[in-house]
Each structure stands twice: as C-alpha cells, then as structure tokens.
C-alpha cells in the first residue's frame, strides 16, 4: 500500500517538467521527511558528492516556477529558489537526515515515483486514457463521471485500459444488497462468474486508483480492489440465486449496452454542495 503523507498520495507529488525526469519539489520533500525545506536544501549543499546537480536535482528557472502546476500563487513569490530532486537525489536525503519520518517513508517516495512512471507508460501504450471523454470531463463547479443508477446507490463505470469499461464488484453487490459471501459463493459454485471477476492488486491497483482520481472517483481499498467489465456483469447478475433486484440490475445493463438507457452524468462537488444546503435548511 502506497502512503500518503498530509492526505495526498506520493506518486500525486511527483512533477513532470519539459527536459527533466520525474522530480519532487524540495518543499514537498521535505514535508514528506519532516524537516524544512531550508533545512532540506542545506543537507544538500553540505553534501555536494551525493548530490549531482542535473542528475540528482535541479534548480528551477523563473519560468519553470511560473508554469508549475503544484505551485499556487503565493508558492512562486519565495524568496529563495526552487529546487526540484529526482528519485535518486529524493532517496539520497533517507540516507542524511537523521529522523524518524525520512527512515519511515524512504521506500514509499521510490514506490511514488516507480508508480507515477509506470502510468505515464500506460498512458504512452494508449493502455489507459486520462483525457476527458463523454461523462467523464472536469467542469467548473468539479468533475463528472459515469455511472449506473440503481435504487439510489451508484456503480461507477471507469474506462480502464485493456479491461474497457468496468465497474467495481463492490458497489454491484452494494446496490444489490447482497453480503461479500454471497458472491463468493456463487463465484465457487460458477466458473463464468468466477472467470469474469479480474483482481487488481499492488501496482495495478494503485494505477486504477489514479485513473479513478483522474474522474474523481475515491476508491479506499487498500489491499485489492475487484472489477469486471461492464458487458460481463450479467455473469454475475444471472448464475445463481436471480432475484428482482438482479433481473432489474441486468435489464439497467443491457440497456445501457444497447444504448436505450444511458448512464447518469454525475458532479460530485455539485452534489456534496446540495446536501449541505439541504441539510442546513
């Protein structure tokens, strides 16, 4: 499991500048070790044979500063320059600094940065797309995604590379009111069901996270998450034990599929802001 450090996940740190490998800016490093940036910096200077500059880190020009995404506009009048530390001269302070927090997350800042570079190279192979498609743009009032509307709870369809489009077989079995068992056990008692469930684990499934992130998707599994392409979910609807609920649910799919029933297009920061208002009055 990847760490996060003040609610954001490393590999979200990670920046990717025109010329220059992946990088972490020295402010965010440092929080991540738990020491000043001012402090960081120094460690590097009083160390200048374990830190080679356009290799291990380097500083950033005015105008770097100014196109930097992770920057906000108070970040870019510092006083004092910007620096920016690839995953050999970010692993390298683990190794100086004397505290609790760098021994701690010096393996998760490689894990970020492996994690961020094997997605760009998903996205590179066309494997998983991160640019906004139909239900799944980023508006002003917040991001909009596709999903399945069933009996007032939600099942997120996520374009996930080679998988398509998939949704996650919790929030089916959520929706249907249906207990982890029971899934399981129709799983054991029927191989098309059990052959159209995919488990993403380890690096696979931080990468879905990201591209859940991307649409603004929370996913909180930790340790593994289970999929199954939307055009397979009748396997899981139908074997078994078929109620209402489960004939319903496979109808809302293969309309959906057929194109007679479209997915609802859903802002999440929209909806958040309508219940607060309800909820005040």
Sequence with gaps: MLEKVEGKRLEDRVIDLPGKPPCMLDRDLARIYGVET??????????????REGVDYFRLTKE??????????????????FYI??????FMFSTILNTDQA?????AVVEGFCTYSLLM?????????????????????????KALCFKGRHIHLVNYGRYGEVAMVKEVTDALGLKKGNLRDRARAHPEVRASITLLEGEELSLFKAVCKSTGIRVKASKAVAICP????????????????????????????????????????????????????
């Design 103 to 107: 021994i701690k997350h010096a393996i």
């Design 121 to 145: 190279e998903e996205i590179k192979a066309g494997r998983i797309t991160m640019k906004p498609t139909s239900g799944h743009e980023r508006t002003a009032d917040g991001y909009r995604f």
């Design 38 to 51: 001012k402090r960081l910096n120094e460690t590097r200077e009083r160390n200048p044979k374990k830190f």
């Design 230 to 281: 939307v055009e397979l979910l009748s396997n899981l609807l139908l074997y078994g034990r078929t109620g209402k609920e489960e004939l319903e649910l496979h109808r809302l799919v293969n309309g959906y599929l057929m194109g007679t029933q479209p997915a609802a297009e859903i802002t999440p920061y929209r909806r958040l802001v309508q219940g607060q208002l309800s909820s005040n009055n």
């Design 64 to 81: 770097e500063v100014a196109n930097c995404d992770h920057l906000g506009e108070a970040d870019k009048y510092r006083g004092s320059p």
């Design 85 to 90: 530390y690839t995953k050999t001269g970010a």
